[in-house]
């Protein structure tokens, strides 16, 4: 390669920074760890107050103001610290604490959904949220004196009719019987949850607020131990429309402005790339009045430094102020979700529900992306192979814009075959040091006139071959980011890729961390995908720009170190695209050679 003026500017740039990175880069990093110990510091201290608050409230045992406990101190059982009971079917396992009626842990029992390093179960609900899920939160505080737990479980001829069923009966020191069942069918991860609330005292009980909690799930990464491309984390409130804020924002101010719904909602949600939390009012059921989220800052065991730290949330939905008269009982039903993100079940949930799904990057996209998912399963049912399908699903979005590439191939085409008389006219309007600045507008206007004349007569666009490009842009990134986003691809093998949804790693990874790259090994999709976008280039008709041509072949390198280590689900995907784009190229160059034969064989030149 030749060493141009410019080609030494860039590389002297990009030398300076990288000194100056590496000299700054260590005070950078001090800060960081600095401010990363004072957050602990704090978090731990959040924690602690939380816990002792939450002791007051689970264990005071001073009546509520102006109501007197029906069951006497004599009366009183000893309760376990905790009571664990099993809700399980083939999918997922729910251990629920009979104490607090809440849930204390959802482990996904399908070999699909294993943490990657270690091969344990996925745990849904590790203990770090700020709230259990379904955790009552009530004003006054309620305090359980009595407790009894029984399981009502179905077995039947049909699997699929089987169920798994267990009611847990609180009763408080105000006098209040709190009957929770929940029920668990086979073949999916929704438990049915209902709450009826007795009021056995002879007085009135008023809450000034009753609420109920769902648990927010971690970012997956610290889930799973997933590495992923990209991750992303939201809260949902099912209002209209549907309003969402990020639990991974810097600014608790930005937090709190976000982390609330403006009015009644018909869920809440909490989900992070691949999995979702969701608790859903029965259709019969009054809708939350409200509900606002919390959140709460953790750190990997052995790390402190900011970068390291992750969100885990909670969100809750407010029934708002409760009177229940003596003698009488309030009913609430839920559907409670935790499990994967997958279309068909989140849809089933309630009608708005499939906004929580987030495919695409970007939102206004998502109306697109969503489909693209449903495509891949739906040609993943035929032919039982997640990589096959993502080929078909490549070839079919090429074959729709097939018309559209091949007009801007051939206004390239076209605009490759004027080029020596566009550099004529360069030549012919050429600046000199000498002209004034008049001289140098007349030449600049008489090129543009003669330049668009040239355009006319020849019956070229110079936008053509941007516009047709353009328009598959929105396109491409959904199809992009409904790869990125299928939870179907998780721990899914094709050819040598072990998972789709992480790089096709062949043999070890180097023992040390490379910059910008981080610790990698071998990824032949990558190789092969960067090979085949150099081919392009120089296939692809050139502008004549001599800068532009250079940047072009740069960009294969570019993107191979952007890009090296995207999910193999992503690379083979734009592998086959850049197949594809080459055969149409040659096609196209095959059909422009026929047409000027063609042409010529009509209309011979004369000697």
């Given at each position: ?48 107050a ?37 809700l ?156 969402n ?45 409200s ?69 695409s ?34 070839i ?22 004027i080029?020596?008389?566009?550099t004529?006219?360069?030549?012919k ?6 002209d004034?600045p ?60 072990t998972?789709?949804?992480?790089p ?88 422009a ?10 209309h011979?030149?004369?000697?």
């Amino acid at each position: 390669m030749k060493f141009d003026k410019e080609t030494v500017i860039v590389l002297v740039i990009a030398g300076a920074v990288l000194v100056g990175w590496s000299l700054l880069y260590p005070k950078y990093a001090a800060g960081q760890a600095a401010e990363a110990r004072r957050i602990q510091q704090e978090t731990l201290q959040a924690g602690s107050a939380d816990s002792s608050s939450s002791s007051v409230q689970q264990v005071s045992s001073v009546p509520d103001a102006g109501q007197s406990p029906v069951v006497s101190s004599s009366e009183q059982i000893p309760l376990p610290e905790t009571s664990l009971v099993e809700l399980k079917n083939e999918l997922v396992s729910f251990q629920i604490d009979a104490l607090s009626g809440s849930f204390h842990s959802a482990e996904l029992l399908s070999e699909k959904f294993r943490i990657t390093h270690s091969g344990n179960p996925i745990q849904l609900y590790p203990e770090r949220a700020p709230h259990s899920t379904f955790e009552i939160l009530s004003s006054p505080a309620l305090r359980p004196v009595k407790l009894n737990v029984a399981r009502a479980d179905e077995k039947n001829e049909n699997p699929a009719a089987s169920k798994s069923e267990v009611t847990i009966t609180r009763t408080f020191s105000n006098g209040l019987i709190s009957a929770q069942t929940y029920t668990l069918a086979n073949d999916t991860y929704a438990v049915q949850c209902t709450v009826r609330l007795s009021n056995l005292s002879e007085k009135q009980l008023d809450f000034q607020q009753f609420e109920i909690a769902l648990a927010g799930l971690p970012p997956l990464t610290n889930l799973t131990g997933d590495k992923v491309y990209s991750d992303r984390m939201n809260l949902d409130f099912g209002e209209s429309p549907i309003h969402n804020a990020d639990p991974t924002v810097d600014s608790d101010e930005k937090f709190q402005n976000k982390a609330h719904s403006g009015g009644a909602v018909d869920w809440i949600a909490s989900s992070n790339k691949f999995f979702a939390s969701l608790l859903v009012a029965a259709p019969e059921n009054p809708v939350f009045v409200s509900a606002k989220a919390q959140r709460r800052f953790y750190f990997p065991e052995g790390k402190t430094d900011k970068k390291s730290r992750f969100v885990v949330p909670s969100v809750t939905g407010s029934l708002g102020a409760l009177s229940i008269p003596p003698g009488a009982s309030r009913t609430f039903a839920f559907t409670m979700y935790c499990g994967p993100k997958e279309i068909s079940r989140i849809k089933a949930l309630h009608n708005t529900t499939i906004g929580i799904m987030h495919v695409s990057y970007y939102s206004w996209f998502e109306f697109i992306a969503r489909p693209m998912v449903q495509l891949l399963n739906w040609l993943n049912s035929f032919c039982n192979s997640y990589g096959i399908a993502i080929i078909l699903l490549t070839i079919i979005v090429r074959l729709i814009f097939w018309p559209v590439t091949q007009k801007a191939n051939s206004s390239m085409r076209r605009m490759q075959k004027i080029q020596p008389k566009m550099t004529a006219l360069r030549d012919k309007y050429k600046e000199n040091p000498s002209d004034s600045p008049e001289e140098v507008a007349r030449k600049k206007q008489a090129l543009n006139r003669d330049m668009m004349e040239l355009y006319r007569v020849e019956k070229v666009n110079p936008m053509g071959g941007c516009l047709p490009v353009l328009l598959q842009i929105p396109v491409f990134i959904a199809l992009y980011s409904a790869l990125d986003s299928a939870v179907e691809l998780r721990h899914v093998s094709f050819l040598w890729c072990t998972d789709l949804a992480r790089p096709d790693l062949v043999g070890p990874q180097l023992p040390f961390a490379l910059p910008f790259l981080g610790q990698i090994g071998l990824h032949p999709l990558v190789l092969i995908m960067t090979a085949l976008m150099v081919l392009q280039q120089k296939m692809t008709p050139s502008t004549g720009d001599p800068a532009q041509q250079k940047m072009m072949m740069l960009m294969p390198v570019i993107m191979l170190f952007m890009l090296y280590n995207l999910p193999s689900g992503l690379t083979l995907y734009w592998t086959v695209s850049q197949i594809f784009s080459i055969l149409q190229m040659k096609y196209g160059q095959y059909a422009a050679k026929r047409d000027e034969a063609r042409s010529n064989t009509a209309h011979p030149k004369k000697a």
